[in-house]
T-cell receptor, first 116, second 111 residues
């Protein structure tokens, strides 16, 4: 049963600290998405990769957030320095890109980040 | 502006009853519309994906409809079960945007 895995599941940190979240997409998937979910805003797309290349990171605050895919089995989302307003659940999702954009995205369990 | 509006925000129904959730979207050009189910503390799970040429799609007790002319979609749940308690998220995809998410409808099914 292939699944997207994310680590850590929970992270509590102090304002100003660096936070790195990791995601292992489902083997064979060629798209990876990072989302942030809060009660107020719902789900927001932060970054989107296809075949490890970043296609869209317009939803990501560039001054403090960065997303990378060092290889096909690992995606990272880094916040430096973290701020209390970054507190949210961060989801990674992977999928197999199809013509017409009908790829199903499979979500990981999320990383709950709390910045004090 | 690309956006997705869902109603109601929350809903409580008795086990065994049917319910319908609504979604209005303004995404252009439109590519497809998705419904996700998100259990508390978990990531969303895809229920249906429909393109503009599809009017209805079913997944077990879940039936989604799409009217591309009025830019409306609905998700109908038949014979609800306690396990249907979750948030249901409507998502529209445009030609140049990955995905536009609604804020969800929180459904509670009670015995």
């Amino acid at each position: 049963d292939a699944r997207v895995t994310q680590t850590p599941r929970d992270k509590v940190t102090e304002m100003g600290q660096e936070v790195t979240m990791r995601c292992q997409p489902i083997l064979g998937h060629n798209t990876v998405f990072w989302y942030r979910q809060t009660m107020m805003q719902g789900l927001e797309l932060l970054a989107y990769f296809r075949n490890r290349a970043p296609l869209d990171d317009s939803g990501m605050p560039k001054d403090r957030f960065s997303a990378e895919m060092p290889d096909a089995t690992l995606a990272t989302l880094k916040i430096q320095p973290s701020e209390p307003r970054d507190s949210a659940v961060y989801f990674c999702a992977s999928g197999l890109s199809r013509v017409g954009g009908r790829d199903t995205q499979y979500f990981g369990p999320g990383t709950r980040l709390t910045v004090l | 502006k690309n956006q997705v509006e869902q109603s109601p925000q929350s809903l409580i129904i008795l086990e065994g009853k049917n319910c319908t959730l609504q979604c209005n979207y303004t995404v252009s050009p439109f590519s497809n519309l998705r419904w996700y189910k998100q259990d508390t503390g978990r990531g969303p799970v895809s229920l249906t994906i429909m393109t503009f040429s599809e009017n209805t799609k079913s997944n077990g007790r879940y039936t989604a409809t799409l009217d591309a002319d009025t830019k409306q979609s609905s998700l109908h749940i038949t014979a609800s079960q306690l396990s249907d308690s979750a948030s249901y998220i409507c998502v529209a995809r445009g030609g140049n945007t990955p995905l536009v998410f609604g804020k969800g409808t929180r459904l509670s099914v009670i015995a």
